[in-house]
């Protein structure tokens, strides 16, 4: 399996930008993790889907981030207007509940610099 | 969200040396995972201790969990320039990890 795919490895915007990345999860798995890691604040949980649907969006900082799974094999992160507090490191990471390890596979992530 | 408190934050040593890392909380968890993350790259598990007083070793690593569930350590024996990394404890909340802010380790040769 080719692992977890994210998309830019790299992406640089101008404040109010709108920011896309990408994920494609491992095939069968059944959840789907946003992160978002900087030195300041380390890793944190934005938002994950069960199944494709949005469980748990507490973490997402404002309304200018949103996230969709439109199926099971593709996610979203969307920020518009980007702003340069939104630099970071953007991990997607999935998992499979019947596996019984609750391990959740990362990414290489998407490193976001905002202008 | 529970806490997850890392120490020490930057740990740099020489080839050979040995260490411990140290992940504590207030919050009891049902399980608690270690990461290790290289540079450019995501984190990747390394073990998940369940129970409560469990050691689990993994080569020159030893994970311990706390009795109460609320702690646990990492003890690197003889340390290689290949142990470099990030570690990162996280604990399990329902399928959700929250994740410590991890301890960055430089062995040197």
């Known amino acids: 399996d080719a692992g977890v795919i994210q998309s830019p490895r790299h992406e640089v915007t101008e404040m109010g930008q709108e920011v896309t990345l990408r994920c494609k999860p491992i095939?069968?798995?059944?959840?789907l993790f946003w992160y978002r890691q900087t030195m300041m604040r380390g890793l944190e949980l934005l938002i994950y889907?069960?199944?494709?649907?949005?469980?748990?969006d507490s973490g997402m900082p404002e309304d200018r981030f949103s996230a969709k799974m439109p199926n099971a094999s593709f996610s979203t992160l969307k920020i518009q207007p980007s702003e340069p507090r939104d630099s970071a490191v953007y991990f997607c990471?999935?998992?499979?509940?019947?596996?019984?390890?609750?391990?959740?596979?990362f990414g290489p992530g998407t490193r976001l610099t905002v202008l | 969200t529970q806490l997850l408190e890392q120490s020490p934050q930057f740990l740099s040593i020489q080839e050979g040396e040995n260490l411990t890392v140290y992940c504590n909380s207030s919050?009891?968890?049902?399980?608690l995972q270690w990461y290790r993350q290289e540079p450019g790259e995501g984190p990747v598990l390394l073990v998940t201790?369940?129970?409560?007083?469990e050691v689990k070793k993994l080569k020159r690593l030893t994970f311990q969990f706390g009795d109460a569930r609320k702690d646990s350590s990492l003890h690197i024996t003889a340390a290689q320039p290949g142990d470099t990394g990030l570690y990162l404890c996280?604990?399990?909340?329902?399928?959700?990890?929250?994740f410590g802010k991890g301890t960055s380790l430089l062995v040197t040769p």
């Open positions: 990471a999935s998992s499979f509940a019947g596996s019984g390890t609750n391990e959740q596979f």
């Open positions: 095939s069968g798995h059944d959840y």
């Open positions: 889907f069960n199944n494709n649907v949005p469980i748990d």
């Open positions: 919050s009891v968890f049902s399980s």
């Open positions: 201790v369940v129970t409560g007083g």
């Open positions: 996280a604990g399990n909340s329902g399928y959700a990890l929250n």
